[in-house]
């Protein structure tokens, strides 16, 4: 509604201006705050990686959510190994961290093991609530180097 009064001001060439902004900052905004998620090999072993950034809101984990579902049941036949890199992670909105463990309790039984990197204890908690609530076992490690 705020932009809707804020265009009503304008005029001609500016209300072009302001959209193309309005635009731009919207597509900004959502690149910023997607997630990595990528196929890595560590020790001879295929793992699913997240790189989170430093907050996990409703949105990011939705879309985040929809590709690695479409990763883990492309690869339906063997169990998913997963990393949870969230180093860069400083808070989550508990609504993402719900929706999360929705989806895990959907595909528990498409995965084999989930590693968590952090040093926070804040989000070793948000994990270990995950874990309880969706069944699956993290396994809480300080850098990748520890992932056996």
């Not at 959510?65 to 990763?71: A, L, N, T």
């Not at 998913?80 to 929705?102: E, F, H, N, P, T």
């Not at 084999?112 to 809480?140: C, D, H, T, Y």
């Amino acid at each position: 509604m705020r932009v809707v009064k804020y265009f009503k001001k304008l005029h001609g060439f500016q209300i072009v201006k302001a959209i193309i902004d309005y635009i731009s900052e919207q597509n900004y905004l959502q690149k910023r705050c997607e997630m990595e998620i990528k196929w890595i090999t560590l020790n001879s072993k295929k793992y699913l990686k997240f790189s989170f950034d430093e907050n996990l809101g409703e949105q990011e984990a939705i879309s985040s959510i929809e590709k690695w579902k479409k990763e883990i049941t492309s690869n339906s036949d063997t169990k998913v190994s997963l990393i949870w890199d969230c180093l860069k992670m400083k808070s989550y909105d508990s609504k993402a961290r719900i929706l999360w463990q929705d989806a895990l309790k959907e595909l528990k039984n498409n995965i084999e093991n989930i590693w968590l990197i952090s040093n926070s204890q804040f989000i070793r908690v948000g994990a270990n609530v995950i874990s309880v609530f969706s069944g699956l076992k993290i396994n809480p490690v300080d850098s990748e180097s520890k992932i056996i």
